[in-house]
């Protein structure tokens, strides 16, 4: 079974709304990654957590770790066009030297 | 733009063919990555160079054959690839290979075997 779980796999959303995307993790994380990567290019750094409880924004971007290091949460406030893309988290777990394992991804689609 | 640059950015080739893809990094890292990614699967990870010391081989295929010559460059050399072969491959790098160490990516190279 996957050990990193993205939900939904796809999302369409009417600009100015807000949307909110979850990486859940079978394991204790040591850090989560999100990147957001537009179709066929590479994968752009968005935000790193790793304590439980934390929570980082950028723009309008916020991403959450809960508690128990197991879920993190992905939140856009007020979308537009340019957030569309797709959505990754990767997990890095003790013992995983820092090589990431990423979830299957989650594809924004935003309505103008 | 990352700091990670891939070249070719699209690539055709035949079941037959020898070709490599290229990537450098103007980041100042010490740990290099290739991954792939096919259509509908997770982002793979295939190998890791840390201090140009292969690290990790994920079991990948020995068609794929990786160089890193200097921490700045890494090479793939594709040899007799089969079509399932085709995918997005992307580079990246980070300070250095471990635990809690951000990974920054390329634009990726599009392989197509044919």
């Known amino acids: 079974s996957q050990e990193l779980e993205q939900s939904p796999q796809s999302l369409i959303v009417q600009e100015g709304k807000n949307l909110t995307i979850n990486c859940t993790s079978s394991?204790?994380?040591?850090?989560l990654y999100w990147y957001k990567q537009k179709y066929g290019e590479g994968l752009i750094f968005l935000m790193m957590?790793?304590?439980?409880?934390e929570e980082k924004s950028h723009e309008k971007i916020t991403a959450k770790l809960d508690e128990k290091k197991q879920q993190s949460s992905l939140h856009i406030t007020a979308s537009q066009p340019s957030h569309a893309g797709i959505y990754l988290c990767?997990?890095?777990?003790?013992?995983?030297?820092?090589?990431?394992?990423f979830g299957k991804g989650t594809k924004l689609s935003v309505k103008p | 733009e990352t700091g990670v640059t891939q070249t070719p950015r699209h690539l055709v080739m035949g079941m037959t063919n020898k070709k490599s893809l290229k990537c450098e990094q103007h980041?100042?890292?010490?740990?290099m990555y290739w991954y792939k990614q096919s259509a509908k699967k997770p982002l793979e990870l295939m190998f890791v160079?840390?201090?140009?010391?292969?690290?990790e081989n994920n079991s990948v295929p020995s068609r794929f054959s990786p160089e890193c010559p200097n921490s700045s460059h890494l090479f793939l050399h594709l040899h007799t690839l089969q079509p399932e072969d085709s995918a997005l491959y992307l580079c990246?790098?980070?300070?250095?290979?471990?635990?809690?160490?951000?990974?920054?990516f390329g634009e990726g190279s599009w392989l197509t075997v044919v």
């Open positions: 160079y840390n201090f140009k010391e292969q690290t």
């Open positions: 957590l790793q304590k439980g409880g």
């Open positions: 980041l100042g890292h010490n740990a």
């Open positions: 990246a790098s980070s300070q250095v290979a471990g635990t809690g160490n951000t990974i920054y």
């Open positions: 990767g997990a890095d777990w003790a013992g995983s030297q820092g090589n990431l394992i």
């Open positions: 394991k204790t994380l040591y850090g």
